[in-house]
């Protein structure tokens, strides 16, 4: 084989910043994927009087919500770099709306009373996972579309489960401390929703150009006869 051809079949490795960019999407994933099973529960029942049935069909509504919604996300998401170049659009808008969405499923005061509370949670907390699953859809498929290469796929979801192991670890201890730092509980919640949903949605902000750099990749890469 000649040493062109060896060139030609060399997997490119991925840069250092590709990665860092990726990993700290999982700061996100993180974040969402603990907090809300750890709080939400309390939330509700202690700070808003809902029974303690309430919590688990929220969560069980917004779980059959993310298999309604996760294929036709991932269809349009598919379509989307042939209009737009790359998946960012749908990745920075979850990143942008999941703060939001986040802080508002705490925000709810217990002056609403335990019906208008739990629906009030339920419809934001479903916005939210919308907003997720727009960043966590394209946000799984970009590996692919960086590269090639097994090993070079592996090295960069190996560094994606660490900042994943440290993001659980960070919200699953800060979380509830800042929901604890005051004296108000509603004050507490709200802090803790704000605080936590502008560090999720930052991670996923900074993972979603690694959609740019995916894109740039698959326009460049020659066609298989």
């Known amino acids: 084989m000649s040493t062109a051809a060896r060139s030609e079949r060399a997997p490119v490795r991925l840069a250092p910043r590709t990665i860092a960019l990726y990993a700290i999407g999982s700061l996100g994933t993180g974040g969402y994927a603990t907090l809300p099973g750890l709080v939400l529960t309390y939330f509700l029942t202690d700070n808003l009087g809902v029974a303690a049935l309430a919590p688990g069909l929220i969560v069980t509504a917004a779980k059959i919500w993310d298999v309604l919604i996760d294929p036709l996300i991932g269809a349009a998401s598919d379509r989307q770099p042939a209009r737009t170049g790359s998946r960012r659009g749908f990745m920075v808008t979850g990143a942008l709306a999941l703060p939001l969405f986040f802080a508002l499923t705490f925000a709810v005061p217990p002056t609403w009373g335990p019906v208008a509370g739990a629906i009030s949670v339920l419809l934001a907390f479903l916005a939210t996972a919308t907003a997720?699953?727009?960043?966590?859809?394209?946000?799984?498929?970009?590996?692919?579309?960086?590269?090639?290469s097994y090993d070079e796929r592996t090295r960069l979801l190996g560094w994606r489960v660490v900042v994943l192991t440290a993001a659980i670890l960070l919200f699953g201890a800060g979380g509830p401390a800042l929901r604890n730092a005051g004296d108000d509980p509603v004050r507490g919640y709200l802090l803790m929703g704000i605080a936590s949903g502008v560090v999720i949605g930052v991670g996923m902000l900074v993972a979603a150009r690694t959609a740019d750099d995916a894109a740039q990749r698959t326009a460049v890469s020659p066609r298989r006869p």
Do not use: H, I, N
């Not at 997720?132 to 090639?148: H, M, N």
């Open 132 to 148: 997720f699953s727009l960043f966590q859809v394209p946000y799984v498929a970009v590996p692919a579309e960086l590269t090639g």
